[in-house]
């Protein structure tokens, strides 16, 4: 029987070659447009794809040394050096949601730079909020502690939603508004980014839940999760970046 853990390495290579093109081709497109907009979408994209390429190199650590996820190690295995702290953290996707939580807040400063509208106090709660994502990720962390694991998901997934649920009816609404097609497709476009980045994360949890309850993951929701990055990827771009890229 094929390992699941070299399944999902094979299946994550796939979406971060791909995250990558897309990346290089929004590189490509700002540096055409040089405009504020597609800067912080490539830095969103970048950081979901590094958020991804921990993921990856977790399944890379785990095929290639003695530490494993903590759910296949009765004996719990605590850091011994700074290297195995890192790993752990790695293993145990506090890294990936790192970068997914400083994804949300330029995600976030995508919204204020397309409505410009702006809340001093609505701004300070996001980099709040985004500060104690990253440092409870970061910090509060105890080798096989399944509850910190899953406020470490469950604290992206409010911040994810706090932001993508209020960006995505301003554009749903900014959609409907529109009247020139070109717009219309932008708004339409990043909409559906939005809900697959917010879909992507809820299937995450999911999938690290059947994990609490006992099962090996790598469950159909995992697979699903990723999926709906490359449709918010493709999304973006192919409604938002190079229809307004061609318009220059």
């Not at 219309?184 to 476009?189: C, D, E, H, I, P």
Request: aromatic share 18%; net charge positive.
């Amino acid at each position: 029987m094929v390992n699941p853990v070299f399944i999902g390495m094979v299946y994550e290579l796939i979406i971060i070659i791909i995250g990558a093109i897309l990346l290089v081709l929004i590189l490509n497109k700002y540096s055409v447009k040089r405009n504020r907009p597609t800067l912080y979408l490539f830095v969103i994209y970048l950081n979901l794809v590094m958020a991804i390429v921990f993921s990856w190199f977790s399944k890379i650590i785990v095929l290639t040394t003695d530490l494993d996820y903590v759910y296949n190690q009765p004996g719990i295995r605590y850091p011994t050096s700074p290297v195995e702290w890192l790993f752990f953290r790695i293993i145990d996707f506090r890294i990936s949601i790192v970068f997914a939580a400083i994804g949300v807040i330029f995600s976030y400063l995508l919204n204020i730079e397309i409505f410009q509208e702006f809340n001093p106090i609505h701004r300070i709660l996001v980099f709040l909020f985004g500060a104690y994502s990253i440092i409870f990720a970061i910090f509060v962390y105890e080798r096989g502690n399944t509850l910190l694991d899953a406020i470490n998901f469950m604290n992206i997934l409010v911040f994810l939603a706090a932001i993508y649920i209020t960006f995505t009816n301003r554009l749903i609404k900014a959609y409907k508004e529109s009247t020139e097609s070109i717009y219309k497709n932008a708004f339409l476009s990043l909409a559906i980014m939005s809900i697959s980045f917010i879909l992507t994360f809820i299937f995450v949890l999911i999938d690290r839940i059947t994990i609490i309850m006992g099962s090996q993951g790598f469950t159909f929701f995992y697979f699903l999760a990723w999926s709906f990055v490359i449709i918010g990827f493709l999304g973006a771009y192919l409604g938002y970046v190079r229809p307004k890229a061609s318009e220059s």
